[in-house]
Structure formats: C-alpha cells, structure tokens
C-alpha cells in the first residue's frame, strides 16, 4: 500500500530506509497477540539507512551519512527520564509503530517502508563499515535490548552470565557479554543450538530440559539475562543464582510466566527484574561498542513478499538469527 510521510520539519531527518529487521514484537503486534494495535499496520522498529533530507535546524546530520532508527521515535523531551536520556522510560514515548501521532494516519507507521522522517533527537549514527548495514539493523532493537541490561547490572570480568534463550536477543546477548569480559553460560532447549552457542561466545552452554546440567550451575551466576519469548518456568532459572544475584527479563511472551515461588528470591536475596530497551544515549553508546569491536547479528537476508514465510518460520525457532528485510524490494511487491 501506499502511506505517506510528512515533509521534514526544521529538526527533522528523512531517512531512505536500506534495511529493516524483524523482530517477534512485530509479529505480537500485527496479529493482535498484544492488545491495542492499530490498523493499517506498518511493522519495523530496527531501520537503517542513509540520509536524504535533513531540516533548516539540524547540524548533527547530512545528506548522505549512514544512520538508523530504533523503538523509539518521539517522547515528552522534558520529563525526568527525558533528561536522564532514558527516553524509553518517558510515560509519552512514542514508538516507531502503533504510536498515536498527529502524522496521517493518525499512528506512527513502521520501518517496512521506503522512507521515513524523524526528528533529530531520535536518529543514531552508523559507524560500522556501510558492507555491515544490514546486520547492523537488528542492533536498533536486539542489540539494545541485551545491552542496557548488561551495563546497567555493570556485567565485566569476573562476573559468570547467563543467557537464556539463543534466538534474535539471545544470540545478541551472548555477544555483548562476552565481548564485555564475562564468562557466559548459555541455556537453551534445543541440543542442536550447542555448538553454535559455543561459537557466539559461550564458555559452556546448557539443555535446560536437562536436569542435571541444570543441577550442575546451581547458584553459580552473578547474573541471568532471560531473553525467552514465551511463558516458562522461572523458578528452575533462580535455582542458579547466587546471592544477591538478578534475573533480568527482556523476552516479552504474549501470556504470562507462570507466578515464582518467592522462596527461590528470599532465601538468597535474589531480585527479579526487567529491561526495556534503552535511551538514546545509551543506544548510540551501544552502537559505537558494536562498530569498535566488529559485532554485529548474524541474519538471513529476506525480500518484502517473503515476509510471511518469515514470521512464521520465527514461530518455529528456524532462523539464525534475525530476518533482515532488504527494502529495495518493497517496490516491487505493490
């Protein structure tokens, strides 16, 4: 379909939108699994791209530079969270999609698209070499995803990590930790995925369905980043952290998890906890980690009539580990 996009005002950035990638939000909201989604649908909160056009106000930007776009696309600018540039925690945070916006048609409208403008404030540079562009996409939502937790647990040397679930943010998570100097322990349901954990950066992954490799990390974690997307056992995972240590969860199933005993918290101090996403400072923080160490998601390229297939193979766990849209092929899927 065609949509439209306002002019770029003084502190706008229009963006010709190269990559784009697809997240299991995108599939949550297109099909109503979470409530509140508002029709028609344009999906897509990782953009990457170059600069077209840039507003009579803006200096930060030119015509021609590398840039992305995450989750975020506008929000008070004013509040305490505004100012601490925690802008995904602002209460009038505007998202990429489904976010009410006086543009037509009334709510934001996603990076499956050609182009997009956006104000100044919200658009991250791109360092990594232009031959990266499309694996860098999922960075502007998986990639920060798993950062912001890591930093602001302060995860580094010495410390012995988690992560659950190796899928779009658990392979992101896996990266990021190790790259940041911690002894990661992957956890998985899947035998099949042990060798490619162990190449992602684990020092030793584990088959959570299995009961004595699971007996054998108990209360051995600092911390557990939890990037599963949908409802499960929480109490088998606190088993394994020390005291005082956290479980961070990032994955965002459709139902909830089942409630944890609060035995498992009590008895050694432990907290539950949850990350969204990050700011923008951070965001870009994350970027420039990214760009100065060489890392970026590993995907599988995808064409805009693909995407269907895409989702769905998402569902059943077959891809490693990001679809990327190449949106040059929108126009020719009208």
Not at 106 to 129: A, C, D, F, M, N
Request: hydrophobic content about 40%; charged content about 20%.
């Amino acid at each position: 379909m065609n949509i439209t996009r306002r002019t770029p005002g003084a502190h706008d950035v229009q963006i010709e939108i190269a990559y784009c990638g697809v997240c299991h939000s995108d599939i949550h909201q297109v099909r109503s699994e979470w409530a509140g989604t508002l029709y028609p649908c344009v999906p897509g909160h990782e953009i990457v791209g170059q600069v077209s056009a840039v507003g009579a106000h803006v200096s930060n930007f030119k015509p021609g530079e590398l840039v992305g776009v995450g989750c975020i696309v506008d929000s008070c600018q004013h509040c305490a969270d505004c100012d601490e540039g925690l802008e995904n925690y602002c209460d009038h945070m505007i998202g990429t999609y489904n976010s009410p916006t006086p543009d037509a048609p009334g709510h934001t409208l996603g990076g499956y698209s050609e182009q997009i403008v956006v104000h100044e404030r919200y658009v991250l540079r791109v360092r990594h070499p232009a031959a990266q562009l499309a694996a860098v996409a999922p960075l502007l939502c998986a990639g920060i995803t798993t950062y912001s937790p890591l930093r602001h647990w302060k995860v580094g040397p010495g410390h012995k990590v988690g992560v659950a679930g190796i899928g779009g943010l658990g392979h992101m998570g896996i990266k990021l930790a190790y790259a940041m100097g911690a002894q990661v322990v992957a956890f998985t349901t899947s035998e099949s995925k042990r060798k490619a954990a162990l190449a992602l950066g684990a020092s030793e992954v584990v088959v959570s369905r299995n009961p004595d490799e699971m007996a054998a990390q108990a209360m051995s974690l600092d911390f557990i980043l939890n990037t599963v997307a949908a409802p499960h056992d929480l109490d088998a995972f606190f088993a394994l952290l020390k005291r005082d240590g956290t479980m961070a969860l990032v994955g965002a199933p459709a139902t909830p998890h089942p409630s944890p005993n609060v035995f498992n918290l009590i008895t050694k101090r432990r907290s539950l906890a949850g990350s969204l996403i990050g700011g923008i400072p951070e965001t870009q923080e994350m970027l420039d980690f990214c760009a100065g160490r060489g890392i970026v998601a590993d995907i599988e390229l995808i064409r805009a009539d693909e995407i269907n297939e895409a989702y769905d193979r998402m569902i059943r766990g077959d891809v490693k580990y990001r679809f990327v849209m190449e949106n040059s092929t929108l126009a020719g899927t009208a």
